[in-house]
């Protein structure tokens, strides 16, 4: 089968069953909480910041703060969370920084819901050490582990090798972000074959798919590959709430870029979008359209899309049968 992408399918409907889409459910459990989409916006500074991780966790959404804050900062946004008993989800890179991070928050009885470890080519010794410290680190303060997600990866090996090291769930695509550069830098990545990659790997780790998403209908269609979430950048960029919303309009850019004070092995760039309304329409915007596809999909929630084929354009043999 040739590599594919979310434009080269076509979801087939199934006999509704519901009588109003607006009775389909979309929510989704991950680790031990439940979230109203299966939709987490991008871990970047410019589409999430402390006041929307908030925003987000006070109305049921699942949020990953980015990793380009100091310690300081993220302890004094842990406490808050911690004391209205809303989730703690963070990110963490595999530096010396993020471990001291770590075992300040466990010091402070701060031990997080979730952590991500955020790194651009996640199959790699050093992610294999950070869990290792992770592991050890709460092992040592007799302290409950977070729930892990890891990444970023683009293969079968590196799903199996990740879930050995110990992740909780796997964080899938490479450079295909629409400001991400490293396809054009290196190579390397998932760029137009996202699709493809998505259902290639088998893993009984929940699979969080990141980037490519140009709309909600390449959500369910990874969601249908088997994502049980999807990480989106695109989505989101333009929210007149977000940090990346100023007075000259919206500025959506890489975590590799410059505008993360990076300066050297740049692998993002930036582009000005279209404003558009507050993230919380943007939310219910995206409930409604994947209500709407529960109803194509002939279920009452997102358990139909286990059994939803699909047909790939120009592709002789055309079922998820053949494709699995």
């Not at 999430?48 to 925003?55: G, N, Q, S, Y």
């Not at 790194?119 to 302290?143: P, R, S, V």
């Not at 249908?224 to 989505?235: E, F, I, Q």
Request: aromatic share 8%; with cysteine.
């Amino acid at each position: 089968m040739k590599p594919f992408d979310f434009k080269d399918m076509n979801l087939i409907p199934k006999k509704g069953i519901v009588s109003s889409r607006s009775k389909c459910e979309t929510g989704v459990m991950l680790g031990k909480h439940y979230f109203k989409i299966p939709v987490v916006p991008a871990n970047m500074s410019s589409i999430i910041d402390t006041e929307i991780a908030k925003k987000l966790a006070k109305n049921g959404y699942f949020y990953i703060l980015h990793r380009f804050l100091s310690n300081e900062e993220i302890l004094i946004f842990c406490k808050y969370m911690h004391s209205q008993d809303l989730i703690i989800s963070l990110s963490l890179g595999v530096n010396k920084d993020s471990k001291e991070l770590f075992e300040i928050l466990l010091e402070n009885n701060l031990v997080p819901d979730y952590v991500t470890i955020d790194i651009a080519h996640g199959h790699c010794e050093l992610m294999q050490n950070m869990l290792n410290f992770i592991d050890t680190k709460c092992n040592y303060y007799n302290k409950e582990k977070p729930f892990i997600i890891a990444g970023n990866i683009s293969t079968q090996d590196a799903a199996n090798d990740l879930k050995e090291w110990g992740a909780n769930a796997i964080k899938v695509g490479i450079g295909n972000g629409s400001v991400c550069t490293t396809y054009y830098c290196t190579g390397f990545g998932s760029r137009n074959i996202q699709a493809s990659i998505i259902n290639e790997i088998k893993t009984t780790l929940p699979i969080i798919a990141d980037g490519g998403v140009t709309c909600v209908g390449d959500v369910v269609k990874s969601l249908v590959l088997g994502a049980t979430m999807v990480m989106s950048g695109g989505l989101y960029a333009g929210c007149v709430d977000l940090p990346g919303y100023n007075a000259d309009g919206f500025v959506y850019h890489g975590s590799a870029s410059s505008l993360e004070n990076k300066v050297d092995r740049i692998e993002g760039t930036s582009k000005v979008v279209s404003i558009k309304q507050d993230i919380l329409t943007e939310n219910k915007f995206i409930i409604e359209s994947i209500q709407s596809a529960i109803s194509y999909g002939g279920g009452v929630d997102l358990h139909c899309f286990d059994t939803v084929e699909y047909t790939i354009i120009g592709q002789e043999k055309k079922n998820k049968l053949f494709l699995d």
